[in-house]
């Protein structure tokens, strides 16, 4: 008999919750890749899983990531409520729909869009992955329609952006065949600058891609001063050259920390801007969203019109069938915090992240790249005289806590340079910040006095590149 039926059949829920036997069904050996010839109980399946999922890093401590890791208990609800919902079923879930209608018009309203309220055009994908994918493909259909109707030849599409974009990028040009033209980073210069974007440009380029803000160290590109200096290239070279905005974090953080900067549809050359909803958006993954300037920056052939409740809905998506509560748990949001909410929010992720940059600039051994007052995300290395350790020793050490800040180089031209990033999101508090300040202070002393041990050959061959 399996021990299942002893446990669960045999003893009486009220034994069970007071037999301090850590129970698991004995016979229960589970293959790891392939399936299993049986099942088990729910009870057994659950600690099973859960049991392998003790091993990964707490998700608060992770200070790599810029995806949301803290919700509040009603959104949670809300979201196991509406998990067995699928975005695509329009028909059936109209008012799912309804609630991404909305939050497209918020975001469109949010980052200034010029259409008339209530007819902003986009929608919600999986994350800035998708919604990138997307606004690339409107550029290349817009810029192939044009070289159509001008009789040349659109076989040679290209992308200009900065060497530090996301891998998304790459992956669009990959996928669809696009030159990527990359402007490298300089020392000073950590992402795209006008000039070079503008120098990059032909007659082949379906746009520009601008970042809100950078993942590698956190900082806005200058969106305005791209725009002027295509302006300048349309004067002297009669190409016209729109421009994406991968505002993936910064489409939930500047509308609300830097009212005053214009990088969305305030600048007339930008098309199309995508965020993530899972990031600053404050949901956990997966949901992005993406926002044309009008009707005419989204190529009708790429839309699918799905009809519902007498309207028009327009469709562009990669995926069909996608989670319906990540949508309805960002309107939650939106109507949870309102516009000073998501003020609050964002001042509190920045002002813990000035803190702790100026206090880690303040141990000596530091060099601030950039100090949290774009994105509340800050890049930091080694000074050059400092040689007995590394940014990844300290990575290593404070991961001993679970203290999880990703060291790594910086794309070709500065591979040389090693960095740490901290990403201060919504849910790591001055309390933390303040723990994690005490641990980098204890570990750099430790570091400083006591040399690193040769680590082993593999991972010196690793290191050998960066000098930190
Ligand atoms: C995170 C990020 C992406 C990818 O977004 P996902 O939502 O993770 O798919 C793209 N671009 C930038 C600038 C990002 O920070």
């Known amino acids: 008999m399996a021990l299942h039926k002893q446990v669960d059949e045999d003893a009486s829920d009220a034994e069970l919750e007071i037999n301090p036997l850590y129970f698991r069904e004995e016979s229960c050996a589970i293959p790891r890749y392939r399936l299993p010839e049986s099942g088990v109980l729910p009870r057994t399946a659950l600690q099973v899983v859960r049991d392998e999922l003790i091993l990964d890093g707490n998700a608060r401590l992770n200070l790599a990531t810029f995806v949301t890791t803290w919700m509040e208990p009603e959104a949670e609800l809300l979201m196991a409520e509406c998990s067995p919902k699928n975005m695509i079923d329009k028909d059936e879930y109209p008012q799912t729909a309804e609630l991404e209608r909305r939050c497209v018009n918020i975001l469109g309203s949010l980052w200034n869009a010029q259409c008339a309220p209530g007819k902003s055009v986009g929608c919600s994908t999986t994350g800035s992955s998708e919604a990138c994918m997307l606004g690339g493909m409107a550029l290349l259909w ?83 001063h791209i725009n002027a200096a295509l302006d300048g290239l349309q004067e002297s070279a009669g190409i016209d050259v729109p421009i994406h905005v991968d505002a993936a974090s910064g489409g939930f953080v500047a509308p609300f920390l830097q009212p005053d900067i214009e990088w969305d549809f305030r600048v007339p050359r930008v098309a199309s801007i995508n965020s993530s909803g899972h990031k600053y958006g404050l949901v956990y993954p997966g949901v992005g969203w993406v926002v ?51 003020r609050h929010v964002q001042q509190t992720c920045q002002d813990i992240a000035m803190h702790l940059s100026s206090e880690i600039a303040k141990i000596g ?81 430790t570091l400083e006095h006591h040399p690193q041990t040769q680590p082993p050959p593999e991972i010196q061959a690793m290191r050998q590149s960066f000098k930190h």
């Open 142 to 224: 817009r810029w192939r329609a044009r070289r159509k109707a001008a009789a040349k030849p659109a076989d040679r599409p290209n992308m200009v952006m900065g060497s530090n974009v996301q891998v998304c990028w790459e992956k669009f040009c990959r996928y669809w065949d696009v030159e990527p033209k990359y402007v490298p980073m300089v020392p000073g210069r950590l992402h795209l600058g006008a000039a070079e974007a503008a120098a990059l440009c032909d007659e082949n380029t379906i746009g520009v891609v601008a970042i809100m803000g950078s993942t590698m160290d956190g900082s806005y590109e200058p969106v305005a």
């Open 292 to 342: 044309w300037r009008d009707d005419e920056a989204l190529p009708e052939d790429l839309i699918f019109n799905v009809n519902y409740l007498g309207g028009q809905m327009p469709t562009f998506a990669l995926n069909f069938s996608r989670p319906g509560a990540q949508v309805a748990a960002q309107y939650y949001n939106f109507v949870r915090l309102g516009d000073s909410g998501y």
């Open 365 to 445: 051994p530091f060099e601030l790249l950039t100090d949290g007052s774009d994105l509340p995300v800050f890049a930091f290395k080694l000074r050059d005289d400092v040689t007995t350790y590394s940014v990844f020793d300290l990575s290593e050490r404070l991961r001993m806590r679970g203290w999880q800040v990703p060291a790594y180089t910086f794309p070709e031209n500065l591979t040389d340079m090693a960095v740490m990033r901290i990403v201060v999101r919504n849910g790591f508090s001055m309390d933390l910040a303040n723990l994690l300040l005490d641990d980098v202070r204890l570990h750099v002393r």
